[in-house]
Protein backbone atom coordinates (compact mmCIF):
# COMPACT_ATOMS: atom_id res chain seq x y z
CA UNK A 1 0.00 0.00 0.00
CA UNK A 2 1.36 3.06 -1.48
CA UNK A 3 1.23 4.59 2.68
CA UNK A 4 3.68 2.23 3.57
CA UNK A 5 6.02 4.81 2.23
CA UNK A 6 4.83 7.14 4.68
CA UNK A 7 7.03 7.68 7.72
CA UNK A 8 4.60 6.78 10.55
CA UNK A 9 5.60 9.90 12.73
CA UNK A 10 3.01 11.61 9.31
CA UNK A 11 0.28 9.12 9.90
CA UNK A 12 0.52 10.31 13.66
CA UNK A 13 0.45 14.23 13.03
CA UNK A 14 -2.38 13.80 11.14
CA UNK A 15 -4.44 11.86 13.24
CA UNK A 16 -3.08 14.30 15.86
CA UNK A 17 -4.48 17.12 14.39
CA UNK A 18 -7.67 15.06 12.88
CA UNK A 19 -9.06 13.72 16.14
CA UNK A 20 -9.77 16.81 18.43
CA UNK A 21 -10.97 18.27 14.85
CA UNK A 22 -13.71 15.69 14.46
CA UNK A 23 -14.35 15.43 18.47
CA UNK A 24 -15.20 19.52 18.16
CA UNK A 25 -17.74 18.83 15.39
CA UNK A 26 -19.45 16.19 17.32
CA UNK A 27 -20.59 18.73 19.90
CA UNK A 28 -22.62 21.03 17.82
CA UNK A 29 -25.41 18.64 17.37
CA UNK A 30 -25.18 17.08 20.97
CA UNK A 31 -26.29 20.95 21.75
CA UNK A 32 -29.03 21.13 19.43
CA UNK A 33 -30.30 18.22 21.21
CA UNK A 34 -30.08 19.92 24.41
CA UNK A 35 -31.93 23.08 22.92
CA UNK A 36 -35.28 20.73 21.50
CA UNK A 37 -35.40 18.33 24.75
CA UNK A 38 -35.57 21.55 26.69
CA UNK A 39 -37.78 23.78 25.51
CA UNK A 40 -39.81 20.65 23.80
CA UNK A 41 -40.88 19.42 27.43
CA UNK A 42 -42.73 23.17 28.17
CA UNK A 43 -46.03 22.19 26.28
CA UNK A 44 -45.64 24.61 23.73
CA UNK A 45 -45.24 23.65 19.95
CA UNK A 46 -44.48 27.42 19.47
CA UNK A 47 -41.95 27.35 21.24
CA UNK A 48 -39.92 24.41 19.53
CA UNK A 49 -40.84 25.99 16.13
CA UNK A 50 -39.57 29.34 17.25
CA UNK A 51 -36.02 28.11 18.29
CA UNK A 52 -35.98 25.92 15.22
CA UNK A 53 -36.61 28.47 12.88
CA UNK A 54 -34.27 30.99 14.85
CA UNK A 55 -31.42 28.37 15.00
CA UNK A 56 -31.61 28.12 11.21
CA UNK A 57 -31.49 31.64 10.71
CA UNK A 58 -28.67 32.16 12.60
CA UNK A 59 -27.05 29.08 11.07
CA UNK A 60 -27.84 30.29 7.87
CA UNK A 61 -26.40 33.72 8.59
CA UNK A 62 -23.31 32.68 10.35
CA UNK A 63 -22.74 30.14 7.32
CA UNK A 64 -21.83 32.90 4.91
CA UNK A 65 -19.25 34.10 7.00
CA UNK A 66 -17.27 30.70 7.09
CA UNK A 67 -14.62 33.00 4.99
CA UNK A 68 -13.27 34.06 8.53
CA UNK A 69 -12.44 30.34 9.09
CA UNK A 70 -11.18 28.97 6.19
CA UNK A 71 -9.78 31.78 4.99
CA UNK A 72 -7.51 32.53 7.83
CA UNK A 73 -6.93 28.63 8.16
CA UNK A 74 -4.83 28.73 4.53
CA UNK A 75 -2.93 31.64 4.83
CA UNK A 76 -1.99 31.29 8.78
CA UNK A 77 -0.68 28.23 7.66
CA UNK A 78 1.49 29.01 5.28
CA UNK A 79 2.75 32.38 7.14
CA UNK A 80 3.38 28.71 10.03
CA UNK A 81 5.22 26.78 7.70
CA UNK A 82 7.19 29.97 6.66
CA UNK A 83 8.06 30.73 10.39
CA UNK A 84 6.75 34.32 9.65
CA UNK A 85 5.59 35.43 13.33
CA UNK A 86 5.00 39.17 12.13
CA UNK A 87 2.51 37.84 9.61
CA UNK A 88 1.37 34.73 10.95
CA UNK A 89 -0.18 38.01 14.04
CA UNK A 90 -1.50 40.56 11.54
CA UNK A 91 -3.26 37.39 10.17
CA UNK A 92 -5.40 37.05 12.87
CA UNK A 93 -5.47 40.46 13.94
CA UNK A 94 -7.36 41.50 10.62
CA UNK A 95 -9.29 38.41 11.20
CA UNK A 96 -10.82 39.30 14.41
CA UNK A 97 -11.41 43.15 13.16
CA UNK A 98 -13.11 41.90 10.68
CA UNK A 99 -15.20 39.23 12.16
CA UNK A 100 -15.80 42.36 14.97
CA UNK A 101 -16.97 44.80 12.36
CA UNK A 102 -19.30 42.19 10.72
CA UNK A 103 -20.63 41.18 14.42
CA UNK A 104 -21.54 44.66 15.68
CA UNK A 105 -23.16 45.25 11.90
CA UNK A 106 -25.59 41.90 12.62
CA UNK A 107 -25.87 43.38 16.46
CA UNK A 108 -27.51 46.55 15.34
CA UNK A 109 -29.50 45.60 12.66
CA UNK A 110 -31.14 42.55 14.53
CA UNK A 111 -34.21 44.22 14.77
CA UNK A 112 -35.08 43.98 10.97
CA UNK A 113 -33.47 40.07 10.39
CA UNK A 114 -36.66 38.83 11.00
CA UNK A 115 -39.13 41.34 9.33
CA UNK A 116 -36.64 40.53 6.22
CA UNK A 117 -36.82 36.33 6.43
CA UNK A 118 -40.78 35.98 7.36
CA UNK A 119 -41.48 36.46 3.99
CA UNK A 120 -39.86 33.44 3.02
CA UNK A 121 -40.77 31.12 5.94
CA UNK A 122 -43.97 32.03 6.45
CA UNK A 123 -44.40 31.65 10.20
CA UNK A 124 -47.27 32.47 12.33
CA UNK A 125 -47.62 35.08 14.24
CA UNK A 126 -47.06 33.35 17.87
CA UNK A 127 -43.64 31.44 16.42
CA UNK A 128 -42.70 34.71 14.51
CA UNK A 129 -42.94 37.06 17.71
CA UNK A 130 -40.88 34.13 19.59
CA UNK A 131 -38.65 33.79 17.23
CA UNK A 132 -37.77 37.80 17.17
CA UNK A 133 -37.03 37.50 20.30
CA UNK A 134 -34.63 34.67 20.03
CA UNK A 135 -32.92 36.91 17.98
CA UNK A 136 -32.87 40.16 19.31
CA UNK A 137 -30.99 38.17 22.59
CA UNK A 138 -28.57 36.05 20.75
CA UNK A 139 -27.86 38.62 17.97
CA UNK A 140 -26.08 40.22 21.16
CA UNK A 141 -23.43 37.06 20.70
CA UNK A 142 -22.69 37.99 16.95
CA UNK A 143 -19.46 40.03 17.46
CA UNK A 144 -17.86 36.87 19.61
CA UNK A 145 -19.53 34.59 17.47
CA UNK A 146 -17.96 35.89 14.25
CA UNK A 147 -14.50 36.59 16.04
CA UNK A 148 -14.55 33.26 16.80
CA UNK A 149 -14.45 32.14 13.37
CA UNK A 150 -11.18 33.94 13.04
CA UNK A 151 -9.83 32.22 16.40
CA UNK A 152 -10.73 28.72 15.58
CA UNK A 153 -9.07 28.92 12.01
CA UNK A 154 -5.60 30.77 13.23
CA UNK A 155 -5.44 27.87 15.64
CA UNK A 156 -5.85 25.22 13.44
CA UNK A 157 -3.31 26.54 11.47
CA UNK A 158 -1.45 26.96 14.31
CA UNK A 159 -1.92 22.77 14.92
CA UNK A 160 -3.69 23.57 18.50
CA UNK A 161 -6.45 21.79 17.76
CA UNK A 162 -6.72 20.43 21.03
CA UNK A 163 -7.18 23.70 21.71
CA UNK A 164 -10.09 24.19 18.98
CA UNK A 165 -11.71 21.49 21.06
CA UNK A 166 -11.44 22.59 24.13
CA UNK A 167 -13.17 26.13 22.87
CA UNK A 168 -15.88 23.44 21.42
CA UNK A 169 -16.43 21.93 24.54
CA UNK A 170 -16.76 25.66 26.35
CA UNK A 171 -19.34 27.11 23.98
CA UNK A 172 -21.64 24.09 23.65
CA UNK A 173 -21.74 22.29 27.20
CA UNK A 174 -21.87 25.38 28.68
CA UNK A 175 -24.60 26.45 26.45
CA UNK A 176 -26.26 23.08 27.32
CA UNK A 177 -26.11 23.22 31.01
CA UNK A 178 -27.34 27.08 31.35
CA UNK A 179 -30.10 25.92 28.95
CA UNK A 180 -31.14 23.46 31.94
CA UNK A 181 -30.30 26.36 33.94
CA UNK A 182 -32.45 29.43 32.51
CA UNK A 183 -35.56 27.23 30.89
CA UNK A 184 -35.79 24.52 33.60
CA UNK A 185 -34.95 26.19 36.99
CA UNK A 186 -35.56 29.69 35.78
CA UNK A 187 -38.56 29.36 33.78
CA UNK A 188 -37.19 31.30 31.11
CA UNK A 189 -38.90 30.13 28.04
CA UNK A 190 -37.20 31.06 24.89
CA UNK A 191 -35.05 34.14 26.20
CA UNK A 192 -33.06 31.32 28.48
CA UNK A 193 -31.88 29.75 25.41
CA UNK A 194 -31.00 32.66 23.70
CA UNK A 195 -29.51 33.95 27.23
CA UNK A 196 -27.64 30.68 27.53
CA UNK A 197 -26.09 31.01 23.83
CA UNK A 198 -25.42 34.84 24.60
CA UNK A 199 -23.34 33.97 27.70
CA UNK A 200 -21.28 31.13 26.13
CA UNK A 201 -20.48 32.69 23.10
CA UNK A 202 -18.92 35.74 24.82
CA UNK A 203 -17.39 33.83 27.36
CA UNK A 204 -16.31 31.18 24.74
CA UNK A 205 -14.59 34.37 22.83
CA UNK A 206 -12.72 35.56 25.88
CA UNK A 207 -11.01 32.52 26.78
CA UNK A 208 -9.99 32.49 22.77
CA UNK A 209 -8.78 36.18 23.06
CA UNK A 210 -7.12 35.16 25.87
CA UNK A 211 -5.27 32.18 24.17
CA UNK A 212 -4.27 33.92 21.29
CA UNK A 213 -2.96 36.76 23.58
CA UNK A 214 -0.63 34.33 25.41
CA UNK A 215 0.51 32.36 21.50
CA UNK A 216 1.09 35.80 20.49
CA UNK A 217 3.34 37.11 23.49
CA UNK A 218 5.46 33.81 22.88
CA UNK A 219 6.15 34.50 19.13
CA UNK A 220 8.38 38.07 20.63
CA UNK A 221 7.09 39.97 17.28
CA UNK A 222 6.24 43.27 16.89
CA UNK A 223 2.74 44.58 16.57
CA UNK A 224 2.79 47.65 13.98
CA UNK A 225 -0.80 49.37 12.18
CA UNK A 226 1.26 49.49 8.80
CA UNK A 227 1.88 45.57 9.43
CA UNK A 228 -1.64 45.28 10.33
CA UNK A 229 -3.33 47.11 7.62
CA UNK A 230 -1.07 46.52 4.91
CA UNK A 231 -2.96 46.89 1.68
CA UNK A 232 -1.72 44.26 -0.05
CA UNK A 233 -2.10 41.61 2.36
CA UNK A 234 -5.32 43.02 2.40
CA UNK A 235 -6.18 42.75 -0.51
CA UNK A 236 -5.20 39.25 -1.32
CA UNK A 237 -7.00 38.57 2.18
CA UNK A 238 -10.55 40.31 0.67
CA UNK A 239 -10.23 38.55 -2.24
CA UNK A 240 -9.70 34.80 -0.52
CA UNK A 241 -12.58 35.60 1.22
CA UNK A 242 -14.63 36.85 -1.59
CA UNK A 243 -13.93 33.63 -2.97
CA UNK A 244 -14.79 31.88 -0.06
CA UNK A 245 -18.28 33.65 0.52
CA UNK A 246 -19.15 33.08 -3.17
CA UNK A 247 -18.61 29.44 -3.11
CA UNK A 248 -20.02 28.98 0.36
CA UNK A 249 -23.43 31.25 -1.28
CA UNK A 250 -23.27 28.42 -4.05
CA UNK A 251 -23.55 25.76 -1.39
CA UNK A 252 -25.85 27.42 0.45
CA UNK A 253 -28.19 27.48 -2.99
CA UNK A 254 -27.60 23.98 -3.74
CA UNK A 255 -29.02 22.27 -0.68
CA UNK A 256 -32.13 25.10 -0.63
CA UNK A 257 -32.47 23.96 -4.62
CA UNK A 258 -32.65 20.16 -2.76
CA UNK A 259 -34.85 20.82 -0.41
CA UNK A 260 -37.24 22.50 -2.81
CA UNK A 261 -36.93 19.93 -5.51
CA UNK A 262 -37.78 17.43 -2.73
CA UNK A 263 -40.96 19.49 -1.58
CA UNK A 264 -42.49 19.63 -5.62
CA UNK A 265 -42.09 15.81 -5.41
CA UNK A 266 -43.77 15.51 -2.48
CA UNK A 267 -44.87 15.63 1.09
CA UNK A 268 -43.60 11.89 2.12
CA UNK A 269 -40.26 12.50 -0.21
CA UNK A 270 -39.35 15.94 1.60
CA UNK A 271 -39.42 13.63 5.09
CA UNK A 272 -37.84 11.08 3.78
CA UNK A 273 -34.89 13.24 1.98
CA UNK A 274 -34.79 15.51 5.07
CA UNK A 275 -33.93 12.19 7.28
CA UNK A 276 -31.52 10.83 4.78
CA UNK A 277 -29.73 14.20 4.59
CA UNK A 278 -28.83 13.47 8.33
CA UNK A 279 -26.25 10.61 7.33
CA UNK A 280 -24.72 12.69 4.64
CA UNK A 281 -24.25 15.47 7.44
CA UNK A 282 -23.07 12.66 10.34
CA UNK A 283 -20.50 11.47 7.72
CA UNK A 284 -19.08 15.44 7.44
CA UNK A 285 -18.86 15.12 10.50
CA UNK A 286 -15.73 12.44 10.50
CA UNK A 287 -14.36 13.20 6.90
CA UNK A 288 -14.53 16.90 7.68
CA UNK A 289 -11.76 16.16 10.76
CA UNK A 290 -8.87 15.11 7.93
CA UNK A 291 -10.09 17.62 5.22
CA UNK A 292 -9.33 20.11 7.91
CA UNK A 293 -6.20 18.66 8.55
CA UNK A 294 -5.20 18.78 4.89
CA UNK A 295 -5.79 22.52 5.29
CA UNK A 296 -3.29 23.12 7.73
CA UNK A 297 -0.67 20.78 6.71
CA UNK A 298 -0.95 21.77 2.71
CA UNK A 299 -0.85 25.26 3.93
CA UNK A 300 2.34 24.76 6.20
CA UNK A 301 4.05 22.81 3.28
CA UNK A 302 3.76 25.45 0.75
CA UNK A 303 5.19 27.94 3.19
CA UNK A 304 7.61 26.11 4.15
CA UNK A 305 8.28 25.75 0.19
CA UNK A 306 8.63 22.03 0.81
CA UNK A 307 6.92 20.16 -1.86
CA UNK A 308 8.47 17.11 -0.67
CA UNK A 309 6.32 17.80 2.80
CA UNK A 310 3.11 18.77 0.69
CA UNK A 311 3.50 15.12 -0.99
CA UNK A 312 3.66 13.62 1.82
CA UNK A 313 0.85 15.26 4.13
CA UNK A 314 -1.45 15.13 0.80
CA UNK A 315 -1.18 11.39 0.74
CA UNK A 316 -1.84 10.51 4.34
CA UNK A 317 -4.36 13.00 4.65
CA UNK A 318 -6.31 11.55 1.46
CA UNK A 319 -5.90 8.21 2.94
CA UNK A 320 -7.07 8.89 6.48
CA UNK A 321 -10.30 10.85 4.58
CA UNK A 322 -11.36 8.32 2.50
CA UNK A 323 -10.84 5.31 4.84
CA UNK A 324 -13.25 7.40 6.70
CA UNK A 325 -15.59 7.56 3.82
CA UNK A 326 -15.36 3.74 3.03
CA UNK A 327 -15.87 3.27 6.68
CA UNK A 328 -19.44 5.51 7.06
CA UNK A 329 -20.51 3.89 3.67
CA UNK A 330 -20.51 0.47 5.13
CA UNK A 331 -21.92 1.32 8.69
CA UNK A 332 -24.82 2.94 6.17
CA UNK A 333 -25.00 0.20 4.29
CA UNK A 334 -25.31 -2.68 6.95
CA UNK A 335 -26.91 -0.55 10.20
CA UNK A 336 -29.11 2.25 7.69
CA UNK A 337 -32.91 0.75 8.15
CA UNK A 338 -31.60 1.05 12.03
CA UNK A 339 -30.44 4.42 12.20
CA UNK A 340 -33.32 5.58 10.51
CA UNK A 341 -35.83 3.71 12.90
CA UNK A 342 -33.75 6.01 16.02
CA UNK A 343 -34.61 9.32 13.85
CA UNK A 344 -38.34 8.59 12.89
CA UNK A 345 -41.02 6.18 13.95
CA UNK A 346 -43.31 7.38 11.48
CA UNK A 347 -44.17 3.93 8.80
CA UNK A 348 -44.00 5.47 5.57
CA UNK A 349 -41.10 7.43 6.51
CA UNK A 350 -39.50 4.58 7.24
CA UNK A 351 -40.08 2.17 4.26
CA UNK A 352 -39.52 4.65 1.72
CA UNK A 353 -36.07 5.71 3.53
CA UNK A 354 -35.07 2.08 2.56
CA UNK A 355 -36.10 2.52 -0.73
CA UNK A 356 -33.16 5.54 -1.29
CA UNK A 357 -30.86 4.13 1.18
CA UNK A 358 -28.28 3.19 -1.38
CA UNK A 359 -27.73 7.01 -2.38
CA UNK A 360 -26.43 7.50 1.51
CA UNK A 361 -24.25 4.30 0.77
CA UNK A 362 -22.72 5.79 -2.16
CA UNK A 363 -22.26 9.32 -1.11
CA UNK A 364 -19.44 9.12 1.75
CA UNK A 365 -16.82 7.74 -0.63
CA UNK A 366 -17.49 10.82 -3.31
CA UNK A 367 -17.90 13.01 -0.41
CA UNK A 368 -14.32 12.47 0.89
CA UNK A 369 -13.33 12.92 -2.13
CA UNK A 370 -14.29 16.04 -2.78
CA UNK A 371 -13.79 17.31 0.73
CA UNK A 372 -10.42 16.45 1.03
CA UNK A 373 -9.74 18.28 -2.54
CA UNK A 374 -11.40 21.56 -0.19
CA UNK A 375 -9.02 21.29 1.83
CA UNK A 376 -6.40 20.91 0.25
CA UNK A 377 -7.37 23.77 -2.14
CA UNK A 378 -7.69 25.73 1.03
CA UNK A 379 -4.23 25.49 2.20
CA UNK A 380 -2.96 26.32 -0.55
CA UNK A 381 -5.30 29.85 -0.98
CA UNK A 382 -6.39 28.13 -4.60
CA UNK A 383 -9.88 29.49 -3.76
CA UNK A 384 -10.56 31.13 -7.02
CA UNK A 385 -10.87 27.63 -7.86
CA UNK A 386 -13.02 26.14 -5.62
CA UNK A 387 -15.43 29.13 -6.68
CA UNK A 388 -15.50 28.47 -10.08
CA UNK A 389 -16.08 25.19 -9.58
CA UNK A 390 -18.93 25.06 -7.04
CA UNK A 391 -20.64 27.78 -9.23
CA UNK A 392 -19.94 24.79 -12.27
CA UNK A 393 -20.98 21.97 -9.54
CA UNK A 394 -24.76 24.08 -8.64
CA UNK A 395 -25.41 24.80 -12.25
CA UNK A 396 -24.92 20.70 -13.46
CA UNK A 397 -27.23 20.14 -9.95
CA UNK A 398 -29.90 22.51 -11.52
CA UNK A 399 -29.96 21.19 -14.98
CA UNK A 400 -30.06 17.59 -14.57
CA UNK A 401 -32.39 18.02 -11.87
CA UNK A 402 -34.71 18.97 -14.05
CA UNK A 403 -34.70 16.01 -16.40
CA UNK A 404 -33.78 13.06 -13.66
CA UNK A 405 -36.90 13.96 -11.09
CA UNK A 406 -39.05 14.20 -14.12
CA UNK A 407 -38.46 10.93 -15.07
CA UNK A 408 -36.97 9.22 -12.28
CA UNK A 409 -38.62 11.14 -8.89
CA UNK A 410 -36.87 11.02 -6.13
CA UNK A 411 -34.28 8.49 -7.26
CA UNK A 412 -33.70 11.57 -10.17
CA UNK A 413 -33.26 13.82 -7.35
CA UNK A 414 -30.76 11.73 -5.35
CA UNK A 415 -28.91 11.08 -8.82
CA UNK A 416 -28.71 14.67 -9.54
CA UNK A 417 -27.10 15.17 -5.98
CA UNK A 418 -24.66 12.86 -6.58
CA UNK A 419 -23.62 14.02 -9.81
CA UNK A 420 -23.27 16.98 -8.04
CA UNK A 421 -20.55 15.88 -5.71
CA UNK A 422 -18.56 14.27 -8.46
CA UNK A 423 -18.68 17.40 -10.59
CA UNK A 424 -17.45 19.05 -7.06
CA UNK A 425 -14.50 16.33 -7.43
CA UNK A 426 -14.15 16.85 -11.06
CA UNK A 427 -13.55 20.64 -11.04
CA UNK A 428 -10.77 20.54 -8.54
CA UNK A 429 -9.62 17.42 -9.74
CA UNK A 430 -8.59 18.83 -13.15
CA UNK A 431 -7.11 21.81 -11.50
CA UNK A 432 -4.75 19.59 -8.71
CA UNK A 433 -1.98 19.55 -11.24
CA UNK A 434 -1.49 23.36 -11.22
CA UNK A 435 -2.02 23.35 -7.85
CA UNK A 436 1.23 21.04 -7.54
CA UNK A 437 3.21 23.21 -9.50
CA UNK A 438 2.15 26.07 -7.58
CA UNK A 439 4.29 24.27 -4.69
CA UNK A 440 8.16 24.98 -4.96
CA UNK A 441 10.11 22.01 -5.62
CA UNK A 442 13.49 21.74 -3.28
Same mark, same amino acid.
Given at each position: ?F ?30 ? @? ?22 I ?13 ? #? ?16 I ?20 R ?9 M ?51 ? =? ?16 I ?18 ? #? ?24 G ?13 L ?7 ? *? ?12 ? @?? =? ?56 ? *? ?41 ? =? ?8 S ?12 ? @? @? ?26 ? #? ?15
Amino acid at each position: MFTTMLKMSVHKKVIAIALPLILSNLTAPLLGL @VDTAVIGHLGEASYLAAITAGAWIFSFLYGNFIFLRMG #TTGLAAQSFGSKNHDELINIILRSLIIGLFFGILILLLRNIIMPLVNPMLNLSEQVSEHASLYISIRALSAPAALMNFGVTGWLIAMQKTRIVLFLAFVVN =GLNAILDVVFVIFLDMGISGVATGTLISEWIACLIGL #TIVVSLIKRMDSEITLSGIFNKRSFGLLFNINLDIFLRTLCLTLSHLW *FINRSSTIGDLQLA @VN =GVLLNFHIFAAFFIDGFAFTAETLVGESKGARDFKMFREYVIASSFWCLLVGVFCSII *FWMLGSNMVSLLTDIPTVNQYSGTYLIWIVILPVISAVSYQLD =GIFLGATQTSAMRNGMFISLVVL @V @VSSFYLVSNLGNHGLWCAFVLFMITRCL #TLGLKYKSLENSIVRD
